[in-house]
């Protein structure tokens, strides 16, 4: 059977990985500044997560949600402490678009509204009501497009404040920071008055930190830049399980729950939360969001001095670059010729850095120097 191709592919095949590198078949190193897409967090085959998955396996890999599982506790209370989160409830799936179409499900709920406001340039998910928030027509089908969406400019809040005003909206959908749009951040000042103007027109605040989260910001969550938000639903995915697939929906205590009201077969499945533990444990152990903070904050800081670049633009270490052209080629060689993984983004003169949280100060060294050869290449400044 031939596979469905929708993936445009590199020629190139990882077979194995360690820390910030992955090792294609013929043993060749490359260093991963893009993690497979953010989902990478703690680093390739850390052995706290191979040790917890493989025991785990060995003894239970799955049991259904009708039976007890202190797994699930265990993954909800460590989370809990250490995103401060800990006054909200955890509902446990299997992916990012998955955990935004509970949310606007349990915001639907909640107020019985449907129509939902979400931003310029969002990323939401593929499924149907994450795609039908995701500001790109090209992956709306008919299908998706059943309930009025409006598409809001970042950051401003005279336009938000008219489309609640109509006190039709059942939710307010907002990335932490938007990733595959090209790294925008949401202003903390602006995140603040669009939960106040929530809370006056009984909309639902729902922050997506499914790229964001996990610590990738420098913060657990990005919101936490905005002292004092309290987002009524957070969604989160990615980071959460190294590569196992996990997701989840923080809610805040003002949803009751119902039984029967969410479900899923795999989520929070044994083998997910041994992954999702294993991933906490690191993440505290080694002290990696603020590693996060500190290296982010140098690569930002030397990137900009960087020729050539136009803009950086995010926090801790989820950075995006903005030149003055088309980064295809420049990616390629980066891949090709300088060995490093780097991502990218709907604008395409952005390169996006979604590395391990464990990135260390001499990868980030290696990583610049070899950007500036890539750089000092005419070719690779040319539109692709
Ligand atoms: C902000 C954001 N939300 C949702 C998703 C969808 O997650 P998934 O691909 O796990 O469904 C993504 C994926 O890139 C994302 O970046």
Do not use: W
């Not at 909800?76 to 179409?101: I, M, P, V």
């Amino acid at each position: 059977m031939e596979l469905f191709d929708v993936y445009p592919l590199y020629e190139l095949k990882p077979v194995r990985g360690e820390g910030n590198y992955v090792f294609d078949d013929k043993d060749q190193a490359y260093l991963d500044l893009y993690g497979g897409h953010a989902v990478i967090s703690i680093g390739h085959s850390h052995p706290h997560y191979v040790q917890k998955v493989s025991e785990q396996v060995a003894k239970l890999g799955f049991y259904s949600n009708s039976v007890l599982n202190d797994l699930q506790t265990e993954l909800a209370n460590k989370l809990g402490a250490l995103s401060g989160c800990d006054h909200y409830r955890l509902f446990l799936c299997n992916s990012g678009a998955e955990a935004n179409e509970n949310a606007l499900k349990m915001a639907s709920f909640y107020n019985g509204r449907s129509k939902v406001v979400a931003f310029k340039k969002s990323f939401h998910g593929r499924t149907s009501a994450a795609v039908n928030v995701t500001d790109s027509p090209y992956i709306q089908a008919a299908i998706n497009r059943t309930f009025q969406v409006d598409y809001l400019p970042l950051n401003d809040l005279e336009t938000l404040e008219k489309s609640l005003a109509k006190e039709d909206v059942s939710a307010v959908i907002v990335e932490g920071i938007q990733g595959v749009g090209g790294i925008y951040v949401a202003d903390p000042e602006f995140l603040l008055a669009t939960q106040a103007l929530c809370k006056k027109y009984n909309t639902v605040l729902i922050l997506d930190e499914i790229q964001s989260g996990y610590g990738r910001s420098g913060r657990f969550f990005a919101f936490q830049y905005a002292p004092g938000l309290e987002p009524d639903l957070i969604s989160i995915a990615k980071g959460m399980g190294n590569g196992f697939p996990i997701g989840g929906l923080l809610l805040h205590p003002k949803f009751e729950a119902k039984h029967g009201l969410l479900g899923t077969t795999f989520g929070g499945n044994h083998l997910a939360c041994a992954a999702g533990i294993a991933v906490l444990d690191v993440l505290y152990q080694d002290q990696l969001v603020q590693n996060a903070a500190e290296v982010g904050a140098y690569l930002i800081d030397e990137l900009s001095q960087m020729e050539h670049v136009q803009e950086v633009r995010g926090e801790g270490l989820m950075i995006g670059i903005e030149f003055g052209f088309n980064t295809a080629k420049l990616r390629k060689s980066l891949l090709f010729e300088q060995k490093v993984f780097v991502g990218s983004a709907s604008n395409a003169n952005v390169v996006r850095l979604l590395p391990a949280l464990s990135l260390g100060q001499k990868e980030a060294d290696l990583f610049l120097e070899k950007l500036d050869h890539a750089l000092q290449v005419s070719g690779n400044l040319q539109p692709a």
